[in-house]
């Protein structure tokens, strides 16, 4: 089984909203990234999460804020987001093998509407 | 044929043609190789990878060529299917590193 699950698939929130994208995964991967993609554009990484911990954060503003309470969930909390932040996040997950690059599965996505 | 429009190659095939997929990758120390299928409203879909150390992978209908002389990728589709319309991704990553850099992708559209 290669799915990687995320919740919602669809959200829209106004500036001022506060809410969080949520993802799965049950391959015992050890390495969950957060991708950001706006149309037509190849996926841009936001974050690395190894066994549990923030290892790469690609710059990304203090109002997109990562979590990851364990091996199997990565959470992206959101707060006060601009229209331009609108696009499809993507979550992915790899084994995580030290050393060693690896395929990352990308889950469905949640489609980010700001007004 | 293929086009290069104002934001993503597009190449056009008819059902039951081969299709090739190409690919420049920049960084010549990367030694690890995927293709990507994203059709639209869907995450990216793993097809195949390919590392370093060959020069051609098969898979179902699928071959992927590595040229590291000229760092290019293709990606060969047989017996093309209207089901195979969708945007095509390169990536490519150096080993003990956990980030992959992504090309800018290429629609294939199938026409039946």
């Known amino acids: 089984d290669t799915e990687v699950t995320q919740t919602p698939k669809h959200l829209v929130m106004g500036m001022t909203n506060k809410k969080s994208l949520k993802c799965e995964q049950h391959m015992g991967h050890r390495a969950m990234y957060w991708y950001k993609q706006k149309a037509k554009k190849p996926p841009e990484l936001m974050f690395v999460?190894?066994?549990?911990?923030?290892?790469i954060n690609e710059s990304v503003p203090s109002r997109f804020s990562p979590e990851c309470p364990n091996s199997s969930l990565l959470n992206l909390h959101l707060h006060a987001l601009q229209p331009e932040d609108s696009a499809l996040y993507l979550c992915a997950s790899s084994p995580g093998l030290a050393g060693y690059t690896d395929t990352q599965y990308f889950g469905p996505g949640t489609r980010l509407t700001v007004l | 044929g293929e086009s290069v429009g104002l934001h993503l190659p597009t190449l056009s095939v008819q059902e039951g043609d081969n299709s090739i997929i190409n690919c420049a990758y920049s960084n010549s120390a990367s030694d690890y190789f995927i293709w990507y299928k994203q059709e639209s409203g869907k995450g990216p879909q793993f097809i195949i990878d390919i590392r370093s150390n060959m020069d051609k992978r098969q898979g179902q209908r699928v071959t992927v060529l590595l040229n590291k002389t000229v760092k290019h990728l293709s990606l060969q589709i047989a017996a093309t299917q209207p089901g195979d319309s969708a945007v095509y991704f390169c990536a490519e990553a150096k080993s003990g590193y956990s980030t992959l850099t992504f090309g800018k992708g290429t629609m294939l559209l199938v026409s039946p």
């Open positions: 999460y190894s066994y549990e911990k923030l290892s």
